[in-house]
């Protein structure tokens, strides 16, 4: 029996094309912001990292916010963390980032205008039938509003992809400050500016990734429904849901 997905979570025609064509090299997602003659290119898709989920409960969140230092000095615990409601099989998977480029010229230099236009947490390689918003597990589907968009927030433009059973260590190194800023933190620099902490006590990871604004958050599904992958669009892309 082939999936069929709830009509309030299912993503729109500008969102599917989005999704789809965002990890296509080569495939033009719109023009560079006043200037209709230059195409944003999708100029290839990189494998950033792996990223161990054990417990199959994942986050996709901003690792920390400007709040959690007021929470910090107040002696407060900080938000839960935006964890999904959907489950993954325990494992490890790849972390891929869909990099665009649209030239333009500021203030009199030329840049090259390389952005990311989305990240991808690979669950499996069978493809992808039909996309829908990713809930959270405080989210209830019955008292959702229309056009309601599954997504965090980010005041520093970071997100992370992170086993929720391991999230108090994973995410401890963003939570600690140091004369209000977040500390240097010991990670693993990877491409793209992205970083990896590791709990090597639960075998978990958490990896971020760039999430201008915050992200808004895609599950694709196969046509028996399993998650083949979840994906994060910019905040700057809200695409119509």
């Known amino acids: 029996m082939e999936w069929v997905g709830d ?9 599917t094309w989005y999704l789809e064509a965002a990890f296509t090299p080569g495939a033009h997602l719109g023009t ?3 200037d209709p003659t230059t195409p944003v290119v999708v100029t290839g898709v990189e494998e950033v990292t792996s990223i161990r989920i054990p417990s199959g409960r994942l986050v996709v969140d901003a690792p920390w916010d400007d709040d959690e230092f007021w929470e910090y000095e107040r002696g407060l615990p900080g938000r839960p963390p935006r964890e999904l409601a959907v489950r993954i099989p325990p494992g490890v998977y790849r972390v891929e980032i869909a990099w665009t480029a649209g030239p333009y010229e500021f203030m009199g230099e030329h840049l090259d205008g390389v952005v990311c236009a989305a990240t991808r947490l690979c669950i499996s390689d069978d493809p992808v039938v039909g996309w829908e918003m990713g809930l959270s597990v405080e989210d209830d589907i019955a008292r959702l ?8 927030f980010s005041d520093a433009n970071v997100g992370c992809f992170a086993d929720a059973g391991a999230w108090t260590t994973l995410s401890a190194p963003f939570r600690t400050f140091a004369d209000g800023v977040p500390a240097p933190r010991d990670s693993e620099q990877l491409a793209g500016g992205c970083e990896r902490v590791c709990d090597e006590s639960q075998q978990a990871d958490l990896v971020t990734f760039m999430a201008e604004s915050g992200g808004v958050v895609w599950l694709g599904r196969t046509k028996t429904g399993e998650v083949a992958a979840i994906v994060v669009t910019s ?4 695409a119509k849901a």
């Open 145 to 152: 509003q229309p056009r309601h968009i599954g997504r965090f």
């Open 235 to 238: 905040g700057l892309h809200d």
């Open 32 to 34: 560079v912001y006043d």
């Open 7 to 15: 009509a309030r979570l299912a993503a729109g025609p500008e969102a």
